[in-house]
């Protein structure tokens, strides 16, 4: 072995397991590995978990903050102003830099897949060159999956439809669309059938940027879903943000839901965007936009969780740091139960694996050694702490570390030989 990572705690509960690493790959997982490694790491009863996963994200736009001015208002559609101002203003070198270092913080939190929303209404599609640059970069670190992105809309903006097509010539993953941005529903509706149709030609995936509004009536989630089942897309398509389903009629989400697991189309939620970008037009009581997480899960639908922004015109905060992000989703929607609060867990680990479609991810012998040792005991304290990421591991190297977090009280009346863990 070349490494050995000794009593460790996995997200299904196991404890006392040891982990063995062989050529990158996990070649062990048992109690008391009778082998010895070049390397041998003692997790000490902590969490060991496969890395987190970002399913929606934009890279494009990261660590932008205060380009060319701030967002003062903090909404959607000064937001999308904003980044219609910047956009002219972009350089290549200067979104290579910013993706890399968001790449950085990602790594160093032990964020090692993200699936990123590139915007293809730049003519000069500067951006995908920049971030199919990056994909490149970061392969031995993080896996980056682009998704072809029409901000401005596929139909509603001349050139998006094929500028999408060049996008994914020069090697972009998946096809991406915005129907509720369209001109009219009927737009939406059309723009979903050509992206369908298109990835559908092309054998890709499909996450489409999916009724981000409050307005119960748009429903371009049920001609996804249609779509995904007329052109057999099961397990390929995905509904991000849908968030106007939080205040659609219960009736009509009784009806949807079924169709939508039929069709074996998977949701996306981003918490931290969601409440705080949806319900801009309420008084009281105010709306929260956060699409119906544990009623799609209940129906058999799967639900994961995504960072969206950071530092961008839209947001000017976020970190990268996925158990923030279900640290959120967790409390928004209510998800306070056992089970539910290690859903939430799996909502930024093996779900949106699961949705990328990640090659040889899990804790399974044969999975790539990608790991991250959290100083929690379990995937509920994880979320808790939002713990520290003691060893992030990639294909059985340690690419990142951090210490975890100790204090000792020297007060006269306790014993001086205690030493108090700050968190636990
Ligand atoms: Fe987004």
């Known amino acids: 072995m070349e490494l050995i990572i000794r009593n460790a705690s996995l997200p299904d509960g196991r404890q006392g397991i040891d982990i063995g690493i062989k050529d990158g790959r996990i070649a062990a997982v048992t109690p008391a590995l009778a082998a010895t490694a070049a390397q041998e790491i003692d997790a000490g009863g902590d969490l060991v978990a496969p890395p987190f996963v970002d399913p929606h994200f934009h890279m494009d736009a990261t660590l932008s903050h205060g380009l060319p001015r701030v967002n003062q208002s903090g909404t959607l559609l000064e937001g999308i102003a904003l980044w219609g101002e910047l956009k002219p203003l972009l350089t290549q070198e200067a979104l290579v830099e910013r993706a890399l270092q968001y790449c950085d913080w990602a790594v160093g939190r032990g964020l090692l897949a993200i699936r990123s929303h590139v915007d293809i209404c730049d003519d000069r599609l500067l ?13 031995p670190y993080l896996d980056l999956q682009l998704v072809a992105f029409p901000q401005d809309g596929a139909l509603r903006s001349p050139t998006a439809m094929a500028n999408l097509k060049r996008a994914i010539a020069m090697g972009v993953d998946v096809v991406g669309g915005i129907p509720h941005f369209e001109r009219t529903m009927a737009d939406g509706a059309e723009s979903v059938r050509l992206l369908c149709e298109f990835a559908a030609e092309k054998g890709l995936r499909v996450d489409m940027h999916c009724d981000e509004s409050d307005d119960p009536l748009s429903r371009h989630i049920e001609t996804l879903a249609y779509h995904s089942n007329r052109l057999g897309l099961h397990g390929r398509v995905t509904g991000s943000h849908l968030t106007s389903m939080h205040s659609m009629d219960n009736y009509y989400v009784s009806k949807l839901l079924p169709l939508i697991r039929e069709a074996g189309v998977a949701a996306i939620a981003n918490p931290l965007i969601n409440i705080t970008l949806q319900g801009r037009h309420d008084t009281y009581p105010k709306r929260r936009g956060m699409t119906r997480v544990p009623e799609m899960l209940a129906a058999g639908i799967d639900v994961a969780f995504g960072q969206d922004c950071a530092m961008d015109p839209w947001y000017n905060l976020g970190s990268g740091d996925m158990l923030e992000v279900a640290h959120m989703g967790l409390h928004v929607t209510q998800m306070t139960g ?16 699961r949705i990328l479609g990640l090659e040889g991810y899990g804790l399974e012998t044969g999975c790539h050694a990608d790991l991250v040792i959290l100083d929690a005991a379990n995937p509920i304290e994880a979320i808790r702490l939002r713990a520290a990421r003691r060893f992030v591991i990639r294909r059985g190297q340690v690419i990142s570390t951090a210490p975890a977090a100790h204090a000792t009280l020297h007060l006269p009346q306790r014993p001086a030989h205690v030493n108090f863990r700050l968190q636990r």
């Not at 056992?338 to 694996?353: E, G, I, K, L």
């Open 127 to 139: 951006a995908v060159e920049a971030l199919l640059h990056v994909k490149r970069q970061v392969a």
């Open 338 to 353: 056992q089970d539910a609060m290690r859903a939430c867990f799996d909502a930024v680990t093996s779900t949106p694996a």
